[in-house]
């Protein structure tokens, strides 16, 4: 299986003159883990990446120069889009079979009950997670 990277880095590069040092679909890529780690804008996805320079040319194996925050924005306004839903599907049909076996995928959610908590007994507020499992189709028998 390929990893995030290097499909990331199979996305068509739009840019008329390559000469720059970053691909774009890096750089999408980097910019998608900024917003997961909590950037709301292109200077804060910018700055992400510039706190975290040496990390970042650790995943990528090679020297990593942080982009304006302008060629982030450039980034999502020019990438071909049906070209990142296609390497979705098939990036997560490959993970979903790894090794010839399908993967089950199990959702998750957590809530922290309200007013569990009592500060007497020292005790923490109480917590409830619920696991969701894909329907499955039984076979019911008939008698």
């Known amino acids: 299986m390929r990893s995030l990277v290097e499909a990331f880095r199979a996305l068509p590069d739009y840019r008329q003159v390559k000469i720059t040092k970053n691909h774009p679909g890096e750089i999408l890529l980097l910019s998608l883990m900024a917003i997961l780690s909590g950037a709301e804008g292109f200077a804060d996805m910018a700055e992400w990446m510039h706190l975290r320079k040496r990390e970042i040319e650790r995943f990528l194996g090679r020297h990593f120069s942080v982009p304006a925050y302008t060629t982030i924005r450039n980034v999502f306004l020019r990438i071909d889009m049906e070209a990142v839903r296609a390497l979705h599907t098939e990036w997560t049909r490959e993970v979903l079979s790894v090794g010839g076996k399908t993967l089950t995928i199990v959702a998750a959610d957590g809530k922290t009950m309200r007013g569990s908590a009592n500060k007497a007994l020292n005790e923490k507020a109480r917590h409830i997670v619920s696991?969701?499992?894909?329907?499955?189709?039984?076979?019911?028998?008939?008698?």
């Open 131 to 143: 696991l969701f499992l894909p329907e499955q189709k039984l076979a019911l028998a008939h008698t």
